[in-house]
């Protein structure tokens, strides 16, 4: 069956280090992947998208890159700050639909 | 200006009873959606609406029944409300289907007891 997986449920970082964050997809080919950030008690908020003939992407200190060999997207959130601790979910379209992965808990420590 | 809002953003009710929530957003999108996030934070689709017709209906319980009076409004009602259906929903809107970034609502926590 098609499955969009994060690995990691939780990830701890040193502040100023570069945290990396993996979406994998399996079993077929994706036109698009999404990240979003959600804080809790909040809704997802839009942080990317990166399209399937894309490498790579940039935004401030966010970088997204999407393997279609590998079936991977990377989320990089370089130069990391405390403000940055947040669940950070992959989605991408399967048919028409969008599916979400479970989400990293991302930790930035001070 | 509340890009994407829901009300309310409590709600809690005993078994068996009828809810609605609303959701109305202010972007001018044509694409509606609503999402159940339940305790272990895995977020997945339950409807969707486009210019007021539904394109997807996951396989949710005919219980849960949406209804789009335009397409700035995407309300979602729930007959006969069970101990599962606790849950947090939120409501989102994308410019259309497909490839575009979704706005989503702050979340209805519903809590049946």
């Known amino acids: 069956s098609q499955k969009i997986e994060q690995n990691s449920e939780a990830l701890n970082i040193q502040e100023g280090k570069t945290a990396t964050l993996t979406c994998n997809y399996t079993n077929y080919s994706p036109a698009y992947l999404q990240w979003y950030r959600q804080d809790p008690g909040r809704g997802p908020v839009f942080l990317l998208l990166?399209?399937?003939?894309?490498k790579e992407k940039r935004k401030e200190r966010l970088k997204v890159t999407f393997d279609t060999t590998l079936k991977q997207s990377l989320f990089h959130i370089t130069a990391s700050q405390p403000a940055d601790s947040a669940t950070y979910l992959c989605a991408t379209n399967r048919d028409d639909k969008i599916i979400f992965g479970k989400g990293t808990r991302l930790h930035i420590l001070p | 200006d509340t890009a994407v809002s829901q009300t309310p953003k409590y709600l809690v009710t005993q078994m068996g009873n009828d809810k609605s929530i609303k959701c109305e957003q202010n972007l001018g999108h044509d694409t509606m959606y609503w999402y159940k996030q339940d305790s272990k934070k895995f977020l997945k689709i339950m409807f969707s609406y486009n210019n007021k017709e539904l394109i997807i209906n996951e396989t949710v319980p005919n219980r849960f029944s949406p209804k789009s009076p335009d397409k700035a409004h995407l309300n979602l009602h729930i007959n006969s409300l069970e101990l599962g259906d606790s849950a947090v929903y939120f409501c989102a809107s994308s410019q259309r289907g497909g490839g575009y970034e979704q706005y989503f609502g702050p979340g209805t926590r519903l809590t049946v007891t």
């Open positions: 990166i399209r399937e003939n894309e």
